[in-house]
């Protein structure tokens, strides 16, 4: 079994203040050490659980002053038996899928959407630029996001760990019993109720190795048979201008764009670059 993680920073166990999530406050290299030892523990899961081969990326932009974008974990730290891909922008690192070697994803530090309530950190992609991202009506997670970019290449999705928020939007979405990790519970979203992140690392690699024992768990490969129209609504028109330059992506308000495609991925890639 090869695993893909799609790793996160803001759904962590410890992890409440964006000061944790990049910038120069000591508070960051807190983060970084929380959020490495967590990726460990899904990976430790995964290996016990049988998986043959795990590649996990750094999801996590956090272009804060000081912040160093996809490289937030500390490489010495990290655990044998996994590789780990850094530097590479969000979603956009589809190899494995595009090649067929990736036989199920799961999330490590997912955080919910912009808007919900006691979503710990809650955003959408960007927490100042954008506003909401919507599938043929339906406000989506960035989690939704990777589970639809993966169920595009049918590959299904096995496991979550996060806040509470973030593991019942995706549970939802997906209409599917996962495993969860739910490391921490909002009070707000700069509050939480949380475990001691030894605690939640245990959760972690215990949902993880259970995850992969248990494929009848596994939400099937994200699919729909409409046409996928993705709105993304932004904060200003600055911000959707220039992605209306893109070829696809079609301005239908002041700071609102467009695209379609048969996939999800097929639209999604038209307003979503990975150096753009
Ligand atoms: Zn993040």
Redesign the pocket.
Known sequence: MRVVLFC????VCGIQSWEQ?GGSSPLYQEGRELYTEEVNAAVRGCLAGGAASVVAQD????AYPGGRAFMNWIPSLLAAGAEYVRGYR?SSYVEPLEKGECDVIGFV?A?ARAGLENAV?S?TVNADGWYSVSMNGQEIS?SAIIAAIAGSFGVPVGAIAGDAAACDELSAFLGSDIPCARVKMGLGRYAVRMLAPVAARALVEETFRTAMRSRERWAPPYTTRDTVVIRVELASPDRARPMAEYEGVTLVGPRTVEVEGRTFYEAWRKLWRPWS
Do not use: C, K, S, V
């Open positions: 996160d920073m803001e759904g999530t999801g996590h932009g956090g969000w530090g955080h950190l955003h960035e």
